[in-house]
Every structure is written in C-alpha cells, then in structure tokens.
C-alpha cells in the first residue's frame, strides 16, 4: 500500500528507530509504528514495512561526526574523552552536552537532520519499488535558528564592556596555551591591547550574549577615523570558545554591515592583527573583503 511520509509519520518513524531493544514495523494500512509481535498477527503481509536501519553503531558515529564538527577544543575535547572511554558513551555524551544548553540543542537538530537521511533514503527505496520518483527531504533552513538560543544587540559600553574585556582575556589565555613561551606572551599582550578600545566613546559594534545573558561574542569598530566619515575600522571581533562553529561571528557581522549600510558607512576595513586567521575565508568568501595592503576592505555599497 502507497503512504504518504507526513510530518506526524516522519517524527514517529524517527522515535522508534533509535530504539536498540525491540523490534519495530510500519504498518502502512494504519499508519503507525507496531511491535513486530502484533505485525505477526495481521493477514495482510504487503502493508507492513521494517523501519529504517539504525543500529548503535550508527549512533556512535552520529556522536564522532558532531563531535568533530565543533569548533570549541574545551567541548569538543570533553566529548572525546567520552567517546575514547568506552563505556557509558551515549549516557556519558548527554552529561557533557547537558553542561551546555546551546550545544546540547544544536546536537539535537544535528541528530534529526542526520536521522532524517536515513528515514528519506528508506522511503525512497519504497518509492521506486512503488513506481514512483523519489522526493527531496525539504528541511527549511531559512530561519535563523541562532535566535533560538542566542540574542544581538547594539554594544553598550557600561553594561558590555566587563564581559568582553573578560572574554578578550581569556582569547589571550588560548594564546598562550597554544604558544607556551615568550612569543605567545607577545601576542597575548598584542591581543589584550585591543581591549584598549571597549573604554573609548569611538567604539560601536554589537554584541551576542545567550538567551540566559552569557557573553557569546562580539564586533566591534572605531568611528575614530578623521579622513572619512564614510570608513570603519575593526576593533575587535571573537566568540567564546564554548559558542564557537554556530555561526556567531557571521551573524554579527550581517547585522554589523545592514546597519552601517543605512548609516551611509561605505567602507570596513580590518587590520590584520585585529581578527582571528580562522575567520579570514568567512570574510573574503561571504562578505566580499578584498585584500589592501595590509588590511581586508569590504565595500559595503
């Protein structure tokens, strides 16, 4: 019998598949998910349908790809050492996720995108045995799911600028973490110096905290240039490591250069020094920032 693959079917369908302990069929004459000890007890064989496969192992590497995804060598260590230890894994990797929210949900979406494959190349196989063509799971991404967990606003100096200046210090404590000797204490410093800029009345920007008021990141610029008033600089720009691979920094610099555009600020322009290497292909790829010199320059219009 032909189903259709509903939202409710769907959801259903991806509830039982992870569970490891009994065994499941579709049964499509009444559309719903049944032990396979009542799908023995109905005559009609042609209307019942094993679940997508979805053993533990598929699980675990669920867990190895996200963690591996993430951006943020704290978490994404922790969860390692979860998965390397063997025991407890999938009860062990809800724990540290637990710690946290904005991670544990993104690993939640990422869970049912990677599911959903699984169900859609399922019900395809059934399509094509039915004659049909097959369809393309229409997953909407355009939402920005960051307002979920996260909320923007323009920087204000009294209320921001003790957690960016802490932010910015702990930036320089992974600097020297990652260059433990008299070089790294160099650019620590370089970098703590731009903390310089979150006391002056020049500096502008916007700021990312969690929906439970967490500093998340930020960018900032001076307005401070007495050749044009059509020109920005950077002056700092960086996500906690913890918020780091959601997409932050982007966000941040969307709403940065839709409010300068408005403003008539036709130019932004970053030095080298005042912005993670690790961001450079977002800009040059995304934002349009051409190399000058020594700095990147984004003609805004």
């Known amino acids: ?4 693959l509903t939202d409710s079917i769907a959801k259903e369908i991806l509830f039982y598949m992870e569970n490891q302990e009994d065994e499941f069929v579709f049964d499509a004459l009444s559309k719903k998910v049944l032990p396979i000890s ?3 007890e109905l005559s009609d064989e042609e209307n019942i349908c094993s679940l997508p496969s979805w053993s533990s192992k598929d699980g675990f590497t669920l867990l190895e790809h996200f963690t591996d995804s993430l951006k943020s060598k704290k978490i994404r260590s922790e969860l390692k050492n979860v998965l390397i230890n063997g025991r407890g894994v999938f009860r062990n990797f809800k724990i540290v996720l637990k710690k946290y929210p904005e991670i544990e949900r993104r690993f939640y979406r990422f869970k049912e995108k990677e599911m959903r494959v699984r169900l859609m190349e399922w019900y395809n196989a059934l399509r094509e045995t039915w004659g049909l063509e097959k369809l393309e799971d229409e997953i909407d991404e355009s939402e920005n799911l960051l307002y979920e967990d996260f909320a923007f606003h323009k920087y204000n100096m009294l209320r921001d600028r003790d957690c960016i ?3 910015a210090s702990a930036i320089a404590d992974e600097i020297l973490e990652d260059n433990p000797d ?3 204490k160099a650019l620590a410093e370089i970098w703590l110096k731009h903390t310089d800029f979150f006391c002056s009345e020049s500096v ?9 008021d967490e500093f998340a990141g930020c960018l900032l610029f001076s307005e401070c240039l007495s050749s044009t008033k059509k020109a920005v600089a950077l002056a700092a720009c960086f996500v906690a490591q913890n918020y780091r ?7 941040l610099f969307s709403i940065c250069f839709s409010d300068l555009k408005i403003r008539g600020v036709q130019w932004f322009i970053i030095a080298d020094s005042a912005i993670p290497q690790a961001i450079e292909p977002l800009l040059i ?5 051409k190399k000058t010199g020594a ?3 984004a003609t805004l219009f």
Do not use: P, W, Y
Request: hydrophobic share 45%; aromatic share 14%; glycine share 16%.
């Open 38 to 40: 009542q799908a023995d």
């Open 1 to 4: 019998m032909i189903f259709e």
């Open 295 to 297: 700095c990147f320059v």
């Open 204 to 212: 502008n920007g916007f700021v990312c905290r969690t929906l439970s």
């Open 182 to 184: 008299e070089l790294g």
């Open 165 to 167: 200046a802490s932010g």
């Open 285 to 289: 790829n995304h934002f349009g920032f």
């Open 245 to 251: 691979g959601l997409g932050i920094a982007k966000e």
